[in-house]
C-alpha cells in the first residue's frame, strides 16, 4: 500500500541539527512532490518546505529560510529535511506527507523532536 | 505569508450542520482554487478531507463538503457525528510553490 514511514524520535541540544527521514513505498517516488509540516504541542500545523522528488527542486517557507534544507535520495525512495541551529522553540512533531493535485494526501506517522539541554 | 484565520472553536449536536471558515488574502485563497481541508484526532497524522477547495477524496464521507467566495474557503460538515470531533485546519497554495495553513478549529459534538 502508500505508505510513507518516517525516522524515530529525537533528542537534540540547542545549537544542533537534526536531519528526519521519510520513505516512501507503494508508488514511483519521482513523480509526487514531498511536503515538510510541524506542529509544536498543541499549536497549530506549520508548512515548512517541499521537494518536486523527480528533479530535486526545493521550495521552503520563509520562516525557515536558511536553517531548513530538503533532498531526496531517489535510489532509496527517501526524502530527508534537516533543521539546524535548534532551539527550544523547534520542539514539536515533524510530518511529511505526499502532494497530489495541490493537497497533502499521504501523511507519515510523524517523528518527534525534542530540543533540550 | 501569515496563517489563515479560522474559528477558534465550533460546536453542535448530533445530527445538525456546521461550517467552519477560513480566510485567507487575494495572494492565497482568493487567487487560487487549491485549498484543501484535514481533519486531525489527538496524537494522530492529519487526514486529508477535501481537496481543490471541493472535491473529496475516495474514502471520504459525503457529510463533507468545501466550497469557497472570494478570500475565504469554508467547510461544511453536515450530519454531524461523534467520531467529526477532532481539529480541523485548511490550507491554501500561495503561489512559488509555497503554500499557508490555517490557524485550526476545534469541533465539538455536543
Known amino acids: 500500500q502508500v505508505q510513507l514511514v518516517q525516522s524515530g524520535a529525537e533528542v537534540k541540544e540547542p545549537g544542533a541539527s537534526v536531519k528526519v527521514s521519510c520513505k516512501a513505498s507503494g508508488y514511483t517516488f519521482t513523480s509526487y512532490a514531498i511536503h515538510w509540516v510541524r506542529q509544536a504541542p498543541g499549536q497549530r500545523l506549520e508548512w515548512m518546505g517541499r521537494?518536486?522528488?523527480?528533479?530535486?527542486?526545493?521550495k521552503y517557507s520563509q520562516r525557515f529560510q536558511g536553517r531548513v534544507t530538503i533532498t531526496r535520495d531517489t535510489s532509496a525512495s527517501t526524502a530527508y529535511m534537516e533543521l539546524s541551529s535548534l532551539r527550544s522553540e523547534d520542539t514539536a512533531v515533524y510530518y511529511c506527507a505526499r502532494e497530489n493535485v495541490g493537497a497533502s494526501d499521504i501523511w507519515g506517522q510523524g517523528t518527534m523532536v525534542t530540543v533540550s539541554s | 505569508q501569515s496563517a489563515l484565520t479560522q474559528p477558534a472553536s465550533v460546536s453542535g449536536s448530533p445530527g445538525q450542520s456546521i461550517t467552519i471558515s477560513c480566510t485567507g488574502t487575494?495572494?492565497?485563497?482568493?487567487?487560487?482554487?487549491?485549498v484543501s481541508w484535514y481533519q486531525q484526532h489527538p496524537g494522530k497524522a492529519p487526514k486529508l478531507m477535501i481537496y481543490?477547495?471541493?472535491k473529496r477524496p475516495s474514502g471520504v464521507s459525503n457529510r463533507f463538503s468545501g466550497s469557497k467566495s472570494g478570500n475565504t474557503a469554508s467547510l461544511t460538515i453536515s450530519g454531524l457525528q461523534a467520531e467529526d470531533e477532532a481539529d480541523y485546519y485548511c490550507c491554501s497554495y500561495a503561489g512559488s510553490s509555497t503554500y499557508v495553513f490555517g490557524t485550526g478549529t476545534k469541533v465539538t459534538v455536543l
Open positions: 487575494s495572494s492565497d485563497v482568493g487567487s487560487y482554487d487549491l
Open positions: 481543490e477547495g471541493s
Open positions: 521537494i518536486n522528488a523527480g528533479n530535486g527542486n526545493t
